[in-house]
């Protein structure tokens, strides 16, 4: 009983305390409890739209090639044109349907707090679901270290843009609010899926080097060390990127829009005859 009371309070600790922390940085003027209840609400049918996007494609991939995730190059295509963008999509989605024409959204640091929320949300149920599923404290605590400050990393990113397509919604400027929701899209599903190759090819790599021998051996080892490299790399990046971004986009919050609550309107009144 007293492992899966730790599993699942490593599997979630990280989620809080980002929140926390994003809450802490917005300054301004923070959100509303009910935008983000809405915010979270809305991403679970995208978080199942995701499982099951992503394991018809694996399916078509692997019909067609006749490949799967122990092939390298199977594992670049699937993680760069399926896992990243679908991911990516559904998040923002989650995010920008409750909050896109919210008066709420009114402060420059809105767009982070609004897609890191759907990206915690995600990522707290994705990990509930690989840690029990592994039943690994290794697992969880390595997702605890590398995934949510990857999924939340993401959400920062987005919601940079986020809030640069607002701004030009605000100005009328509808080409630059397209450009901004494609250039956030772009962005992290690309990152996304360079930390998912990496992540994914480890395994086959771990699992051909122990059958391996030789010059062939020593091939796998070099490999292995270099997506290890590779690993430590983006994960120190991913840390250095988020903190950096998240505080100077905290510092240099503002209004995009008026204060809310908006000042309610003068009643009418029908003049006395």
Not at 178 to 197: C, E, P, Q, V
């Amino acid at each position: 009983m007293i492992v899966p009371i730790i599993l699942f309070v490593i599997a979630i600790v990280p989620a809080i305390i980002l929140f926390i922390m994003t809450r802490k940085l917005d300054k301004k003027e923070k959100e509303s409890k009910k935008i983000l209840i809405k915010i979270i609400l809305m991403e679970i049918p995208f978080i199942i739209a995701t499982i099951i996007v992503e394991g018809v494609m694996q399916a078509v991939m692997t019909a067609v090639s006749g490949e799967d995730m122990s092939n390298l190059l199977f594992i670049a295509v699937y993680c760069f044109l399926i896992i990243g963008p679908a991911e990516e999509l559904f998040k923002f989605l989650g995010a920008r349907i409750p909050t896109w024409n919210s008066p709420e959204f009114n402060c420059k640091f809105d767009g982070i707090v609004y897609c890191t929320t759907s990206a915690l949300t995600f990522a707290l149920i994705e990990n509930l679901i690989y840690v029990f599923g592994s039943g690994s404290l290794v697992t969880a605590i390595m997702r605890a270290v590398c995934c949510f400050p990857g999924h939340f990393m993401y959400g920062v990113l987005m919601g940079v843009f986020y809030t640069k397509a607002r701004i030009c919604m605000n100005k009328g400027d509808k080409k630059g609010k397209r450009k901004n929701i494609f250039l956030g899209l772009l962005i992290t599903a690309l990152i996304h899926g360079l930390y998912d190759t990496i992540c994914f090819s480890v395994v086959p790599l771990a699992e051909a080097l122990d059958g391996a021998s030789g010059g062939y051996e020593t091939e796998l080892i070099i490999q292995l060390l270099l997506f290890l490299l590779a690993f430590v790399v983006v994960i120190i990046g991913t840390y250095i990127c988020l903190f950096v971004t998240i505080i100077r986009q905290s510092k240099t919050d503002k209004y995009i829009a008026p204060k809310y609550p908006l000042p309610k309107k003068p009643e009418v009144t029908n003049p006395q005859i």
